[in-house]
Each structure stands twice: as structure tokens, then as C-alpha cells.
């Protein structure tokens, strides 16, 4: 048996949260520091994603939940819409090659858009409706999102405290397999594919040279903000080569 320790009105409060019988909950501890770092970790934020690196939950707009954030980047004419062509662009301008962002625009509009559309007519031309976005969150994820797109901080922290073996603040390779793995449900076909595409295309793209993602980089993955970021990068990148050329 494990038993954590945690306070709540300055006593400490012994919490249960793995037995031998059961190998699986010793291996995969949930994240009960956070509320350490995080007041009321459990409670979901609509807006900003505290986290134990950035408790504050960083600078983000006051009127878009956080799954609207993480769509904002695509969205380059912030119509509320963002059609085939954006994401494909979108995934260019943060270093994806052709044959990842055209796979993307695929799997992104043909799985998402139905769902966001205003009526129940389908969009012909595939449009994912930002202000419906809630409505694409699927099975077998994290639950970092919740079903209205706020973000719950202790779910977040929990795919690094169950899955960062090492504790080295973030998740190799194999690491983010075994967390999509594990929170695979079960008759949820269209939800492990979703989550593997969503984790590793993160994890090619925003890794370190480590070859280690960071649990920061996700919270601003999640945000939207490592899109921003990595676009201005590169576009910089670029204008130093043609100087130098």
C-alpha cells in the first residue's frame, strides 16, 4: 500500500493511492503535489492552465476557454472557422513536412468538422466551427480537456506524474506511447487513433534536443501558445538564412 500526504486546513491527510493487489495503481501514482503548487487542483480553468511550472496559468485571452486557445493559431483570419487549407498551413508554419500537414488536414476535418457545424446539415467544405469546439473532445484521452474545453490541472499533471518515469519534467518517446496506452477505453476505435496522432505528432514536433517533451511545452501546446512560438522561430530562422545568403 502507498499512502501520500497531503494538508487541508494545516492537518495532514494521509491519502491511499496504490495497494500491492493491484500493481497497476502503484506504477501509475496520481499527481496529489499539485495541489502544492495549484489551488484547487481539481477544479477545471476556462481560461489558463496552472500548472507546477507556471501555477499562474500563463498569459492567455479572458474570453476563450483553453481548447478555444489551442485552436486560435489555425484560425489565421479569425473568421471562427477554419477550413482544410488553414490547418495545412498552420502545420507548415510550425515545421511539419508536406506529407504530415496534408495527412492532418485529412484526419483533422474528416473526423472533427460535423461535430462543430451549426446545424445538422454537413459543412461541404469541411469547416471546423471554433465556437462549437467543445463538441470534438473524444474518448481515451487525457481529460485535460473537459467537455466544455476548460482545462483540469490535476488531469494534466497526472499524464506526467503516471507516465515521466524519471521524473525529469517531461516524456521520452516510449513514455508517451505507454500514456496512450494507458488511457485507452475500451469499444473506442475513432479515440485511440485520435490520441496517438494527437500525442506523437506532438511529440515529433515540439520534442528538445533531449528528445523530451516537456511538461511545459505541452501546457502551451494545450494553450496554443508553442504554435505561436515555434511559427515566430522559424520565420525568424528563415529571414536570418536569406540575409546571410
Not at 495527412?103 to 465556437?131: E, K
Given at each position: 500500500?502507498?499512502?501520500?500526504?497531503?494538508?487541508?486546513?494545516?492537518?495532514?491527510h494521509?491519502i491511499?493511492?496504490?495497494?500491492k493487489?493491484v500493481?497497476?495503481?502503484?506504477?501509475?501514482?496520481?499527481?496529489?503535489?499539485?495541489?502544492?503548487?495549484?489551488?484547487?487542483?481539481?477544479?477545471?480553468r476556462?481560461?489558463?492552465?496552472?500548472?507546477v511550472?507556471?501555477?499562474?496559468?500563463?498569459?492567455?485571452?479572458?474570453?476563450?476557454?483553453?481548447?478555444?486557445?489551442?485552436?486560435?493559431?489555425?484560425?489565421?483570419?479569425?473568421?471562427?472557422?477554419?477550413?482544410?487549407?488553414?490547418?495545412?498551413?498552420?502545420?507548415?508554419?510550425i515545421?511539419?513536412?508536406?506529407?504530415?500537414?496534408?495527412?492532418?488536414?485529412?484526419?483533422?476535418?474528416?473526423?472533427?468538422?460535423?461535430?462543430?457545424?451549426?446545424?445538422?446539415?454537413?459543412?461541404?467544405?469541411?469547416?471546423?466551427?471554433?465556437?462549437?469546439?467543445?463538441?470534438?473532445?473524444?474518448?481515451?484521452?487525457?481529460?485535460t480537456?473537459?467537455?466544455?474545453?476548460?482545462?483540469?490541472?490535476?488531469?494534466?499533471?497526472?499524464?506526467?506524474?503516471?507516465?515521466?518515469?524519471?521524473?525529469?519534467?517531461?516524456?521520452?518517446?516510449?513514455?508517451?506511447?505507454?500514456?496512450?496506452?494507458?488511457?485507452?477505453?475500451?469499444?473506442?476505435?475513432?479515440?485511440?487513433?485520435?490520441?496517438?496522432m494527437?500525442w506523437?505528432?506532438?511529440?515529433?514536433?515540439?520534442?528538445?534536443?533531449?528528445?523530451?517533451?516537456?511538461?511545459?511545452?505541452?501546457?502551451?501546446?494545450?494553450?496554443?501558445?508553442?504554435?505561436?512560438?515555434?511559427?515566430?522561430?522559424?520565420?525568424?530562422?528563415?529571414?536570418?538564412?536569406k540575409?546571410?545568403?
Amino acid at each position: 500500500m502507498v499512502a501520500q500526504t497531503t494538508q487541508m486546513n494545516g492537518k495532514d491527510h494521509h491519502i491511499v493511492t496504490g495497494i500491492k493487489e493491484v500493481p497497476v495503481t502503484l506504477d501509475r501514482p496520481p499527481a496529489v503535489y499539485l495541489e502544492k503548487h495549484v489551488k484547487n487542483p481539481g477544479v477545471s480553468r476556462v481560461n489558463c492552465c496552472p500548472t507546477v511550472d507556471t501555477p499562474d496559468g500563463g498569459d492567455n485571452p479572458s474570453n476563450r476557454t483553453v481548447l478555444q486557445q489551442h485552436c486560435d493559431f489555425w484560425d489565421e483570419d479569425k473568421d471562427g472557422i477554419i477550413y482544410p487549407l488553414d490547418t495545412y498551413r498552420g502545420f507548415r508554419r510550425i515545421g511539419a513536412p508536406v506529407w504530415m500537414s496534408f495527412l492532418a488536414m485529412f484526419f483533422v476535418h474528416g473526423t472533427f468538422s460535423y461535430w462543430t457545424c451549426p446545424t445538422w446539415i454537413p459543412d461541404p467544405s469541411f469547416g471546423i466551427y471554433t465556437d462549437k469546439i467543445h463538441r470534438t473532445k473524444h474518448g481515451s484521452d487525457s481529460e485535460t480537456y473537459d467537455t466544455e474545453g476548460r482545462f483540469n490541472p490535476m488531469a494534466f499533471e497526472n499524464q506526467f506524474a503516471k507516465y515521466d518515469q524519471d521524473n525529469k519534467g517531461g516524456l521520452t518517446l516510449k513514455e508517451v506511447w505507454n500514456l496512450t496506452e494507458g488511457n485507452r477505453n475500451i469499444m473506442d476505435p475513432t479515440g485511440w487513433v485520435a490520441e496517438k496522432m494527437e500525442w506523437l505528432v506532438t511529440y515529433y514536433l515540439f520534442a528538445d534536443d533531449d528528445k523530451v517533451l516537456r511538461r511545459e511545452t505541452t501546457r502551451k501546446v494545450i494553450d496554443g501558445s508553442a504554435f505561436f512560438e515555434k511559427a515566430k522561430q522559424l520565420e525568424q530562422r528563415k529571414r536570418g538564412a536569406k540575409k546571410m545568403a
